[in-house]
């Protein structure tokens, strides 16, 4: 097992890591819209899933993965109705490699993001 860390995503919050990686395959802690400075993107949801974003691309490139191998991704929205702008987002990032996914709308999520992602990548 490895532990990954970045100093180019936020540093984890509590008592967990960036991502872990066993036999080749990469588990992310949930990514929120913090700079890796550790400052909360302010603004709406399309500003908070890039950063989302940033931060995800940031820890797979550590851990020596990309987008374009992540096999299952989990996000997590604070209001359903913004699924359509979170899912135009996600489109860009996820073009023509579509992993599998999972969307749940949540009651609340760390530091009252609006969105967080987590992703289950092969490591090459």
Same mark, same amino acid.
Request: aromatic share 8%.
């Given at each position: 097992?490895?532990?990954?860390?970045?100093?180019?995503?936020?540093?984890?919050?509590?008592?967990?890591?960036?991502?872990?990686?066993?036999?080749?395959?990469?588990?992310?802690?949930?990514?929120?819209?913090?700079?890796?400075?550790?400052?909360?993107?302010?603004?709406? !949801?399309?500003?908070?899933?890039?950063?989302?974003?940033?931060?995800?691309?940031?820890?797979?490139?550590?851990?020596?993965?990309?987008?374009?191998?992540?096999?299952?991704?989990?996000?997590?929205?604070?209001?359903?109705?913004?699924?359509? !702008?979170?899912?135009?987002?996600?489109?860009?990032?996820?073009?023509?490699?579509?992993?599998?996914?999972?969307?749940?709308? !949540?009651?609340?999520?760390?530091?009252?993001?609006?969105?967080?992602?987590?992703?289950?990548?092969?490591?090459?």
């Amino acid at each position: 097992m490895k532990t990954i860390y970045t100093p180019n995503a936020p540093a984890a919050i509590g008592p967990y890591s960036q991502g872990i990686i066993v036999n080749n395959i990469f588990y992310s802690s949930g990514q929120i819209p913090l700079t890796p400075e550790g400052e909360m993107v302010e603004g709406d !949801v399309r500003e908070q899933t890039h950063q989302v974003f940033q931060n995800v691309k940031a820890i797979l490139a550590e851990a020596g993965s990309s987008l374009e191998s992540v096999i299952k991704a989990t996000v997590f929205i604070k209001n359903m109705d913004e699924f359509p !702008v979170i899912n135009e987002i996600y489109g860009e990032y996820f073009d023509e490699h579509q992993p599998a996914r999972s969307c749940v709308e !949540v009651a609340k999520l760390p530091k009252n993001a609006l969105v967080e992602i987590e992703v289950i990548a092969l490591v090459k």
